[in-house]
């Protein structure tokens, strides 16, 4: 695939003249331009729903969810996964991501890192990609080398293997188990594909993170009862949510928050049933830490 090919690449004549708008007139043509993007992501709905199931189901088991990219496509798959563990209190290894060139490439780019098929193979083999985890491979052109190499070896580790593009019929979406193409079309400025690709695979990586740990109990209805309440605004969300769950007062919320390592679940546990904290943690664990199951309402809303 050529990359004048790509339709990602394309030079549309609607934007031909944008060096002589004035800022309000540039403002609202990318303003229209972005609101194309949702319309793109649903189109591909039914490859995104059935890439997250899967996904979802080998996490449940145990697997990790690995984002894979180079250049801005690498930086929102480390976007993505950072936000994971303070939002659902995950272990940093469970969702994270590889990046074309290391860490540094994350502040610095290092674009020459996304040629090297080698060093795609052995970021792979490096965290011991296997069967039961999922890689999911970004890339706005779909024929980036570095990320192409690295889904043919996870997929030869036996990883659930995702391609997440924004071109049709590319080499990353026959490289992986599961392709997505979202066709955002030309961008403003040719090329650039860290605007509307990049807004596309963001709100498909929100997608991918949040849906897979709400079916993994990490919600309880819309409320982020696994979060880390590591500063003053958490903790305030916190006992929000332990008063919304139990009807008790932030008094009362505070209080079994505190007594339960300002862990949400347990605390609403705890408060419902009357239980010391190991008694609560106890409960939940049963429950494999989904409180809505915890709380006996699971079995209820299945009657």
Same mark, same amino acid.
């Given at each position: ?30 303003? =229209? ?47 993505? =996964? ?222």
């Amino acid at each position: 695939m050529k990359l004048s090919e790509l339709t990602t690449e394309a030079a549309d004549p609607r934007f031909a003249g944008i060096d002589t708008m004035s800022v309000a007139e540039l403002a609202a043509t990318m303003n =229209a331009a972005d609101a194309s993007v949702p319309g793109a992501v649903a189109r591909a709905l039914p490859r995104i729903t059935a890439a997250i199931e899967a996904a979802a189901e080998r996490v449940a088991r145990g697997g990790r969810l690995v984002y894979v990219g180079a250049g801005t496509p690498g930086r929102l798959g480390v976007l993505d =996964a950072s936000e994971c563990p303070p939002t659902f209190s995950t272990p940093p290894e469970q969702v994270f991501a590889i990046i074309a060139g290391g860490q540094s490439a994350i502040v610095a780019p290092c674009e020459g890192a996304e040629d090297d098929e080698e060093a795609g193979t052995a970021a792979v083999d490096e965290a011991a990609i296997g069967p039961l985890d999922t890689v999911v491979g970004i890339a706005s052109s779909g024929r980036t080398p570095y990320v192409l190499a690295a889904v043919r070896r996870a997929r030869e580790r036996g990883a659930l293997t995702v391609g997440l593009s924004c071109n049709p019929g590319t080499p990353l979406s026959a490289a992986a188990e599961h392709a997505i193409e979202v066709l955002v079309g030309p961008e403003v400025i040719s090329g650039s594909t860290r605007l509307k690709a990049g807004t596309a695979q963001k709100l498909v990586l929100n997608m991918f993170s949040t849906i897979v740990m709400v079916r993994l109990g990490k919600t309880y209805g819309n409320l982020m009862v696994d979060v880390k309440a590591s500063n003053g605004k958490l903790r305030e969300r916190a006992v929000r949510m332990v008063t919304t769950i139990t009807g008790a007062g932030r008094e009362e919320a505070l209080a079994s928050l505190e007594a339960n390592g300002f862990g949400v679940k347990q605390a609403v546990v705890a408060l419902r049933f009357g239980l010391a904290p190991r008694e609560a943690a106890a409960r939940l664990a049963l429950a494999g830490g989904r409180l809505r199951e915890a709380l006996g309402e699971a079995d209820r809303e299945r009657a």
